[in-house]
């Protein structure tokens, strides 16, 4: 057990998430640069692919960027429906030779094999790396879900900065490492905090007029509330947690080494009451992210076993660190951790 926190161990609990947030998220003038390079990119590829249009998605967009998180690029082209209606091999194919030939940019690399065809790319000027993708849609609609719950309440946006940085310093955040995507790991906190008695913010998918209303996309249903400055007259909740944002962080760690239940139950945001992983037929894992829209999602089905109890072992050793009570910051905390 824990020992109780006092309100100075709380205070600087506060201050570790509140500083992961400072030091890592991206200044306006960043993003403002994001921006330009999207738009930079879109005027380029327009003069062979007529109609081409790029969005940016993932963190560049859904409030939990780092300063040196990669460009996410979907494109998609005016007058074409979906991706079925498009070679997507060779457009990717013809879209590498082009990039080539665009001087502020390197090392572009076509992957074709992969479930979600992509052409990388690095961008000298910024320094960022990047990726473009097709028709990559409900990804657009998944990052706006996203931006919507960090526009809700500060402590949202401070608790996923400190769980990326966290899973960051665990080395347990890269997806293509065998371990989960930050998309995985933000998740998992959106639902520690629909899930927090009172709740810290609403389930979107669930609050709506009179019936759920339909936005199919890929053949879910990519429906949520996002008129968020009436956001209290739906939600009886509205403001009735209290809770520190260091508090939170440690109730977090608690949560997924003591109280869930990973054999039982599915990490779902898309509703209040606990999902069975029976229900879903999803027993043979033991952690179990389910998409919000695309319902046959499992984040979670590319760990191995050796992998989960890695994952679990940093949440163990996170409870025990977080929950020290200690009288101030190591001598030796570096101000910034530049080393992301
Ligand atoms: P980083 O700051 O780049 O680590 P991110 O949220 O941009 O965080 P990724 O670059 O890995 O994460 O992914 C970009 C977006 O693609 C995020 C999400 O909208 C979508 N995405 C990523 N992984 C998945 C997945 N497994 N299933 C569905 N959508 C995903
Ligand atoms: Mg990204």
Redesign the pocket.
Known sequence: PLPPLTAKFRKLLDHVCIKCYDDFSPSALEDTARERIRLDLEEFIKREFQGARLSL???SK?G???KQ??L?ICMTIDGIENAEDLDCIKTIEDLARLLRKHQGLRNILPITSAKVPIVKFYHGRSGLEGDISLYNTL?LH??ELLASYAAIDPRVKYLCYTMKVFTKICDIGD?SRGSL???AY?LMVLFFLQQRNPPVIPVLQEIYKDKKPEILVDGWNAYFFSQLDELRLYWPDFGKNKESVGELWLGLLRYYTEDFDFKEHVICIRRKSLLTTFKKQWTSKYIVIE?PF?LN?N?GAGLSRKMTNFIMKAFINGRRVFGTTVKDFPKEYPSKMEYF
């Open positions: 998605f993932g963190s859904n939990f960027g780092f998180s990669d996410d990804a998944n990052t997806a995507s930050s998309y933000t998409d695309d999602h984040l």
